[in-house]
């Protein structure tokens, strides 16, 4: 279990991944709560560092890169006493590495070593749903392309090849035909790092269940549905609205990181229907999710409560959310639209609706027109992407 700080006064936040579209929103809601925010970011180019939400940015590579864990150490322990919030997987990769070395003043929220590495195993993941009693796709691991014809034949299509591991991103591919199944293996074997899972294709929509966990007890919790995605075929939320009931949603999402014995933030993703016996477990992200921003819209503060509990407070019974549709234009929604034509009035009219939640803010401009500048940048390789997922 992570390690047990002394309160502090409220204070600094690191915040690392400046350039993840849900950085800026959970930078804003630690200013609001009067936290003096600093983000990690590769360049100036990454929106958030520009909001007024920012005390300063530093610099720092790629999470890869050998030297990140040692200067994320180093500007942590310069701002202490701070708290640290990882944001994209390699952050939290970065501090799970960095555990048993954090300054005494620096305070990081982390699950159990061995729940954090069984929580991004994908099959792994699946094993410890099927012994709760909550329901999985049918799925196996695949070595070579034999192997997954064999899953082809047995599974049916379509045929989901994904990455075994969370990585972060999705490394996935649909395969319809048994023609293309050498493509897309090809495709996402190169893109794993550790090795091709093969599954089952589930039917329905894409549901999330979120939480915030304290010393394995749950204090926070947040449902949602995604409306649209990016890329289209499946991918992360580019619209979504909440869900203020589902029980079984609910219940499976609990179970999972109850058993789990979970500390600090996770989504578990679901698809399905609630209510039919059809809600399989996808996938657990153990770390902030990229539709974060809908549950701050709806009145569920994660960044600023888990800041909380790391300053040594506690937090009071949660209250009920408001019911939101958020959509992120910039953030993958027009491209669903550009791409998928028949999709563009629905994503223009949410893109434009006073009653749609959104990312940008009259007194916060500058991280939008960086945000626009980044779309643009990523366009042409965001058509590359659609074509190939088509093939």
């Not at 563009?344 to 939008?368: C, I, K, M, N």
């Amino acid at each position: 279990m992570a390690n047990r700080f002394p309160a502090v006064p409220q204070g600094r936040v690191l915040v690392t991944d400046g350039e993840l579209k849900h950085t800026l929103g959970i930078a804003r809601a630690l200013h609001a709560r009067g936290h003096e925010v600093h983000v990690l970011a590769r360049s100036a180019r990454a929106p958030s560092v520009h909001s007024r939400a920012v005390r300063a940015w530093h610099r720092a590579p790629q999470a890869s890169d050998p030297a990140y864990d040692a200067l994320l150490l180093e500007i942590a322990a310069s701002l202490a006493p701070a708290s640290v919030i990882p944001v994209g997987n390699g952050g939290v990769a970065a501090a799970d590495r960095l555990r048993r070395c954090w300054p005494q003043d620096v305070r990081v929220a982390l699950p159990p070593p061995e729940s954090l590495a069984l929580a991004n195993d994908k099959a792994g993941t699946g094993a410890l749903a099927r012994a709760a009693g909550v329901r999985t796709p049918r799925e196996r691991h695949v070595a070579d392309l034999d192997a997954a014809l064999a899953a082809f034949a047995e599974l049916g299509a379509p045929l989901v090849l994904k990455s075994a591991r969370e990585e972060g991103r999705k490394v996935l591919r649909y395969v319809r035909t048994e023609a293309g199944l050498e493509r897309a293996f090809s495709d996402v074997s190169a893109r794993a790092s550790g090795g091709v899972l093969a599954q089952e294709f589930v039917a329905g929509d894409g549901y999330g269940f979120s939480a915030l966990y304290w010393n394995g007890r749950r204090l926070r919790w947040f449902m949602h549905r995604r409306v649209r995605e990016w890329p289209p075929s499946g991918g992360t939320s580019a619209c979504a609205e909440t869900v203020p009931k589902a029980p079984e949603l609910e219940q499976a999402g609990t179970t999972l990181l109850d058993s789990l014995e979970w500390h600090g933030v996770a989504m578990v993703e679901f698809k399905g229907t609630p209510g039919r016996g059809t809600l399989s477990l996808m996938e657990i992200n153990a770390k902030f999710w990229g539709s974060h921003d809908l549950a701050l819209a709806s009145g569920v503060d994660f960044p600023g409560d888990l800041a909380a509990l790391l300053e040594g407070g506690t937090l009071p019974p949660q209250r009920p959310y408001r019911a939101v549709r958020c959509s992120w234009p910039l953030g993958g929604d027009l491209w669903h639209g550009m791409f998928r034509p028949r999709a563009l009035p629905a994503v223009l009219w949410d893109a434009l609706s006073p009653r749609v939640a959104h990312t940008w803010r009259r007194d916060d401009l500058a991280p939008t027109w960086w945000e626009f500048l980044q779309w643009a940048r990523s366009t042409p390789g965001a058509w590359r992407e659609f074509r190939s997922l088509k093939r």
